[in-house]
T-cell receptor
Framework: DGGITQSPKYLFRKEGQNVTLSCEQN?????MYWYRQDPGQGLRLIYY???????QKGDIAEGYSVSREKKESFPLTVTSAQKNPTAFYLC????????????FGDGTRLSIL | QQQVKQSPQSLIVQKGGIPIINCAYE??????FPWYQQFPGKGPALLIA?????SEKKEGRFTISFNKSAKQFSLHIMDSQPGDSATYFC????????????FGQGTELSVKP
């Protein structure tokens, strides 16, 4: 079945540590996105990528980094510069052209030890 | 101007009732308005979407009403069921913005048996 796989489902980070969240899709979608979800808030865009080897900052990129070396993969690194990283992180993808829906993975919940 | 404002924050209805969730936007350049449904611990899933040249769209028990002049759109759920209990998000995007979605804050719906 085609879809988006995020791993791990739960992740714990120590103070001062960088952690990387995985996002893999087998939908052959060109564009991929990372969102952060906090309780009682909508999803906020962290980074997005429309093609391989290219990505743009979203609304809350500070303290995060991404790479897009393969079409299928868009990992997100939460760096130690992100002072409030506890959240639910969602990855999405869509086919590149026109108004097509974004398909979401089932998220990674990151907590601080 | 980039915001999408969603109300109410939470909603409780009896089975068979018609919950209505409202969203408002400022940016008249938005041209795609999807609604997403999210269950706990899962990623959002596209429910229904509308473009501003259409005033109403129905898919099964779900209807979007769109008022372009008022810059408002709403989701109606006919004959609501306990299985509809979830968080609902409206969103908006502009066609030339790489598919970036601006999400509302979400509405937590509970349908009582």
């Amino acid at each position: 079945d085609g879809g988006i796989t995020q791993s791990p489902k739960y992740l714990f980070r120590k103070e001062g540590q960088n952690v990387t969240l995985s996002c893999e899709q087998n939908l052959n979608h060109d564009a991929m996105y990372w969102y952060r979800q906090d309780p009682g808030q909508g999803l906020r865009l962290i980074y997005y990528s429309q093609i391989v080897n290219d990505f743009q900052k979203g609304d809350i990129a500070e303290g995060y980094s991404v790479s897009r070396e393969k079409k299928e993969s868009f990992p997100l690194t939460v760096t130690s510069a992100q002072k409030n990283p506890t959240a639910f992180y969602l990855c999405a993808s869509k086919t590149g052209q026109g108004e097509q829906p974004q398909h979401f993975g089932d998220g990674t919940r990151l907590s601080i030890l | 101007q980039q915001q999408v404002k969603q109300s109410p924050q939470s909603l409780i209805v009896q089975k068979g009732g018609i919950p209505i969730i409202n969203c408002a936007y400022e940016n008249t350049a938005f041209d795609y308005f999807p609604w997403y449904q999210q269950f706990p611990g899962k990623g959002p899933a596209l429910l229904i979407a509308i473009r501003p040249d259409v005033s109403e769209k129905k898919e099964g028990r779900f209807t979007i009403s769109f008022n372009k002049s008022a810059k408002q759109f709403s989701l109606h759920i006919m004959d609501s069921q306990p299985g509809d209990s979830a968080t609902y998000f409206c969103a908006a995007s502009k066609g030339n913005q790489g598919g970036k979605l601006i999400f509302g804050q979400g509405t937590e719906l509970s349908v009582k048996p």
